[in-house]
């Protein structure tokens, strides 16, 4: 008889991308690379590549419901990523369903625009992120055009990126979830003069201020770096690491990724997500 294994697994809530360079596509190939495994509910199928979103189909709230809950019936997931959610009808039915299922270790990347820059959120959908999702997030994961949306401030310095973190985080009130104060890592130091190579700020569960700083890798093809980052800081969550800990890995594993220096596409292309098995 076939032995029997257990694995952790990882639930992905996000949108399909069909040039598989970012989405679900990237969450699952991320979940899978760091030895989880990886289920998934789809909110929107988008078609894309490397040059741009050419059109964007939500999926019917009723079937975004459905897959959560086929999921977590059978397959429990040991962390929860929610990547892009465009309408505040689909949010609403995810929140309802954590809740019910009691998930733990979510991360919600708040998805808006595109690396090629087209938008992927809709303003009803900002709002309820804010008032829905957030509450029932153990980390939240904005970049900087994202923090400054987000907390109504502009992000020049360094110390904005403290500031942004800290208003997002107190913005957040309770909604009858698993409720406390989210953990805020704002990525994309690297486009501020001031800091060295890649620098992310997290304000951590306890209020604690933490840089993350990791060498810059100069590669223009950077499609899907944050769903990545936040598909394996939710791989961390879900083997026990802190939310530091948990970054911090993250981190490493987009390094690897970006410096294989894949090359596809004539955009902003994909990066390696299994770099470490192509060696």
């Known amino acids: 008889m076939t032995q029997k294994t257990k694995k952790l697994s990882v639930l ?89 299922h009691g998930a733990q270790h979510v991360v919600v990347d708040p998805v808006m625009v595109a690396t090629s820059g087209s938008e992927l959120i809709r303003t009803d959908a900002i709002t309820a992120l804010e008032e829905r999702l957030f509450p029932l997030a153990q980390v939240i994961t904005p970049n900087v055009p994202e923090a400054e949306a987000l907390s109504g401030m502009s992000i020049m310095c360094a110390d904005d990126m403290v500031q942004a973190a800290r208003v997002i985080a107190e913005k957040v009130a309770p909604d009858g979830g698993v409720y406390r104060k989210p953990a805020v890592l704002v990525k994309g130091g690297h486009a501020l003069d001031e800091l060295e190579g890649a620098s992310d700020f997290l304000l951590d569960e306890d209020g604690e201020e933490v840089w993350l700083t990791a060498p810059r890798i100069d590669n223009p093809n950077a499609h899907g770096t944050g769903c990545t980052l936040s598909s394996a800081i939710a791989c961390g969550l879900a083997k026990g690491l802190s939310v530091e800990e948990s970054c911090r890995q993250a981190k490493a594993y987009i390094s690897g990724a970006l410096g294989a220096g894949l090359d596809l596409g004539a955009g902003s292309g994909p990066m390696d997500h299994m770099w470490e098995y192509m060696a």
């Not at 760091?34 to 079937?63: E, Y």
């Open 12 to 100: 992905t809530i996000a949108g399909s991308d069909s040039s598989g360079g970012a989405g679900i596509q990237a969450d699952i190939k991320t979940i899978q690379a760091l030895k989880l495994f990886a289920t998934s509910a789809i909110t929107a199928i988008t078609a894309q590549n490397t040059l741009g979103v050419r059109s964007v189909q939500d999926i019917l709230p009723d079937m975004v419901r459905d897959q959560i809950d086929a999921v977590f019936e059978d397959i429990r997931p040991d962390a929860v990523k929610i990547g892009m959610v465009s309408s505040a009808e689909i949010v609403s039915v995810i929140a309802d369903a954590l809740i019910r």
